[in-house]
């Protein structure tokens, strides 16, 4: 397991804001956090203490700014502290070489690959994204060729 | 000689798409043909349908490469930083590492190049540090040669297709059926008096030479075809050759060097291959051939010209005016995006690319040379959200959200392949630290394109903004672009053709100078590499170099 229960926690918190349920699943519903974490124990493990560090440092500045951890913040606040992030503006010292916009921007893109790739991905269970955009690959269900 | 060494009339290196064309042609002509191919042969199951590791969109991988730890190239930026790179990352320039070569996968549009696309530099001049040249033969020279190609392999299209360059014979298949997206296009293109067509696709649009019609999916390009419709030489001429029972294709075989003897004859290649065809182990092979062909498209070529040193060629093959692995280049592509004012009510059906304008393909005043502009393929949802969105939206939360679903079915958007004005430097040179698998020294790509590549590349994006609009789009957007190096899927250029040995590398027909019995059929024989897509090219070059080793043998 690449995350402590801790980070895990973070990560899911974080996944919903990034990609909320409304009348179509997001990224939890989706099984999006599952896609990341089986990325981070293969294609991106030397990836993996970075993004840790991060999911860290994030409660770490919610804690900062709230007394509370990111997960247990309202929602509000928590839209509010992944928009300051983006913009670099934080309240605690982030690592020079991961800064706070290179983290959430790192975590935005891995939630929309996992939400909209492919299901055998694992993050875009029964095609849910997909059947909300209104993408079908229509492939055959016996391809023909060799 | 070892048990496994042995002796063929022909040994091809690469069974990518030009490979496999010389392949079939010497074949069916007599000859006993080796043909080794570095990668597998892959069937339909063994390409995955990942969207995000395919041949458009390689984030964690792509669907065809083996042990990609094993093949690094180092890439150099313009600031002169170099680093390692692998097969699915953008600096490493890929195209496919396997059987089939790029158009194993491929979007299969298949332009003749314009005539004037052979003489860049007497229609234009060569502007100062460029090595912009005109091929030493012309359109008409080729023209049989793409009609062969369009044929054999099997080519769809609009009548008006090439109307900028006389056919003789009618495509052999009916265009692709029109799209929603495209029907707007067509209206833009009429609004502003510019010619639009449906563009010439390889694609089976009804069944032909034995393989079964596309059925329009939506996961195309990057993607090996459902029904094996996309036409290749991997599925056309390959298997002419192998039915011949004279073609010995050997696939995991990596060629490590061409074999000269003291005249400049080649005689032979030395390849790694498994040691059984499903071990891991790899052993060292020597075969011999009275002629030998290089086809490992335009960064590989090159690499193994240079590894091949000899006492009397201590540059490499072909090496003798320093011409191999210069002038490296592929395609400006400006991509311009839009939204319609409402949804198309039914999505767009694969392959998807359906209108095309060769309106500024040159004629651009004070502007060298030009593009044709084309709507692309049926997007997947993970590349829309990448590339396609409106750059002001946030790129998370309900907004995010929301606007997929909303605008997805909105999207529409253009591009093209301009023309490149070729640098020497922009070039393939070998690395003196990393090594590959095999322990060979890995392509160094360094260098940039010319500068006026990006004039003709701002121009050409501008036109694109010009159609959407027309086109009835409500918003369009679009970024400016940046000098780099340009090669990736439509790389070419690297062994150039010249009538004189110190101009470039092969004869008019593709054979290396100073080397009477080394031929190149790839990408790497291109002088300029026109405003289209190249593949046609290519193949054409394949059919004249092979049929005229055929007639000579
Ligand atoms: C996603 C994608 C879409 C494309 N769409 C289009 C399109 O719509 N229209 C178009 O015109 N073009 C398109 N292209 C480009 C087109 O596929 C290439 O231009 C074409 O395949 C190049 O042909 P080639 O013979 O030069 O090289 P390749 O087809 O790349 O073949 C080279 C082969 O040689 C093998 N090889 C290399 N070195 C060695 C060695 N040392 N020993 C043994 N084997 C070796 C390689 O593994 C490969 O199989 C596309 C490419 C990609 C990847
Ligand atoms: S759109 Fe047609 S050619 Fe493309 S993969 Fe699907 S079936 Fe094959």
């Known amino acids: ?146 | 000689m070892s048990a496994a060494d042995s002796t063929y009339d022909v040994i091809i290196v690469g069974a990518g798409l030009g490979g496999g064309i010389a392949a079939g042609v010497l074949a069916e002509s007599g000859q006993r043909v080796l043909l080794l191919e570095r990668g597998r042969d892959l069937r339909y199951r063994d390409i995955p349908g990942d969207h995000l590791r395919h041949h458009r969109l390689s984030i964690y991988g792509d669907n065809t490469t083996h042990e990609p730890a094993g093949h690094p190239r180092v890439f150099v930026d313009p600031q002169g930083h170099s680093r390692t790179v692998y097969p699915h990352e953008a600096d490493y320039h890929n195209n496919a590492l396997t059987v089939g070569g790029g158009a194993r996968i491929w979007g299969m549009q298949a332009w003749r190049f314009h005539p004037d696309d052979f003489r860049m530099a007497s229609r234009y001049g060569t502007p100062a540090g460029s090595s912009l040249a005109d091929w030493p033969i012309a359109y008409a020279d080729l023209a049989p040669f793409y009609e062969r190609a369009e044929h054999e392999v099997g080519v769809a299209g609009d009548p008006s297709a090439t109307d900028y360059a006389p056919r003789e014979r009618a495509f052999p298949l009916p265009p692709v059926p029109a799209t929603p997206t495209g029907a707007w296009l067509a209206r833009g293109a009429a609004t502003l008096g510019w010619n639009a067509f449906t563009p010439p696709l390889a694609v089976n649009t009804k069944p032909y030479l034995g393989r079964a019609a596309c059925v329009q999916c939506r996961q195309c390009i990057g993607f090996a075809c459902p029904t094996d419709a996309r036409n290749g030489s991997h599925n056309t001429l390959l298997p002419r050759a192998l039915a011949t029972g004279r073609c010995t294709l050997i696939t995991r075989a990596h060629v490590a060097r061409v074999l000269t003897d003291a005249s400049g004859r080649a005689h032979g290649v030395e390849y790694f291959a498994p040691t059984t065809p499903d071990s891991a182990q790899t052993e060292r092979r020597t075969a011999h051939a009275s002629t030998i062909i290089l086809a490992g498209g335009a960064i590989e070529t090159a690499r193994l010209l240079l590894l091949s040193t000899s006492p009397q060629h201590p540059r490499g093959l072909g090496n003798h005016s320093d011409h191999v692995g210069r002038h490296l280049q592929g395609h400006y592509y400006p991509i311009v995006s839009g939204l319609l004012p409402v949804g198309f009510e039914n999505p767009n059906l694969g392959p998807g690319v359906s209108i095309a304008t060769t309106q500024f393909n040159h004629g651009n005043p004070g502007i060298i040379g030009g593009a044709m502009l084309a709507n692309d393929f049926v997007k997947l949802p993970i590349i829309f959200w990448r590339s396609h969105l409106p750059p002001e939206l946030p790129r998370w939360g309900l907004a995010n959200k929301k606007a997929m679903r909303e605008l997805y079915l909105r999207g529409i958007d253009l591009r093209g392949p301009v023309q490149e004005i070729p640098s020497p430097d922009s070039r393939v040179t070998l690395d003196p630290h990393v090594r590959d698998h095999f322990g060979l020294p890995v392509a160094r790509l360094s260098g940039t394109t010319h500068p006026e590549t990006l004039r003709t590349a701002e121009f050409i994006r501008a036109r694109a903004e010009d159609w959407l609009r027309a086109a009835g789009a409500e918003r369009v957007w679009s970024s400016p672009m940046d000098l780099r190096l340009s090669a990736s899927q439509h790389q070419a250029g690297t062994a150039r053709l010249a009538a004189d040995p110190r101009d470039g590398v092969t004869d008019p027909f593709g054979r290396v100078h100073g080397h009477d019995n080394l031929w190149i059929t790839d990408g790497s024989l291109h002088v300029t590499n026109g405003g289209f897509n190249p593949a046609l090219t290519i193949m054409a070059l394949a059919f004249r170099a092979a049929a005229k080793i055929a007639a000579t043998r």
């Open chain 1, 1 to 146: 397991m690449p995350l402590t229960p801790t980070q895990l926690e973070a990560l899911r918190a974080l996944l919903d804001r990034l990609i909320p349920n409304d009348e179509f699943p997001g990224a939890l519903a989706a099984g999006t956090d599952k896609f990341i974490l089986q990325l981070l124990t293969h294609a991106c493990a030397a990836e993996a203490p970075f993004l840790a560090q991060g999911l860290t440092q994030l409660d770490t500045e919610a804690i900062a700014r709230h007394g509370q951890t990111f997960a247990t913040l309202p929602i509000t606040a928590q839209d509010a502290l992944i928009f300051a992030l983006e913009h670099n503006r934080t309240a605690t010292p982030w690592p020079a070489a991961f800064p706070a916009a290179a983290f959430i921007n790192r975590l935005i893109d891995l939630a929309a690959e996992g939400f909209y790739a492919d299901p055998a991905n694992g993050g875009n269970r029964d095609g849910a994204s997909w059947r909300m955009i209104g993408y079908d690959p229509l492939l055959p269900a016996r391809p023909s060729a060799p």
